[in-house]
Nanobody, 117 residues
Framework: QVQLVESGGDLVQAGGSLRLSCAAS????????MDWYRQAPGKQREWVAS???????NYADSVKGRFTISRDNAKKTVYLQMNCLKPEDTAVYYC???????????WGQGTQVTVSS
């Protein structure tokens, strides 16, 4: 059974930092790309960052230069280091991957990040 469990969300002041974690289980973590998405109140869920099984990372323009996605295949965990946080970064952050053979999408339950001004 595939599971994605996010953690690390918190209330932080503008300019602060947080590191989100997503622990994966139930599938071959190392061969699949992983993504972070976020959803702010009243808005659609939006893509934040991706890290492939191998190769370069990608970021939404709104977080480029401030957020860093990384992965530890031994721990089956993907991280999102968020620096220079802004109030507009306030959202529920979700871990996601699309299984590369079945193309099924999997989501975590989300972790709340709130940035106060």
């Amino acid at each position: 059974q595939v599971q994605l469990v996010e953690s690390g969300g918190d209330l932080v002041q503008a300019g602060g930092s947080l590191r989100l974690s997503c622990a994966a289980s139930g599938y071959i973590f190392s061969v699949n790309a992983m993504d972070w998405y976020r959803q702010a109140p009243g808005k659609q869920r939006e893509w934040v960052a991706s890290i492939p099984a191998g190769g370069s990372t990608n970021y939404a323009d709104s977080v480029k230069g401030r957020f860093t996605i990384s992965r530890d295949n031994a721990k089956k965990t993907v991280y999102l280091q968020m620096n220079c946080l802004k109030p507009e970064d306030t959202a529920v952050y979700y871990c996601h991957f699309q299984e590369r053979i079945t193309y099924m999408h999997y989501w975590g339950q989300g972790t709340q990040v709130t940035v106060s001004s």
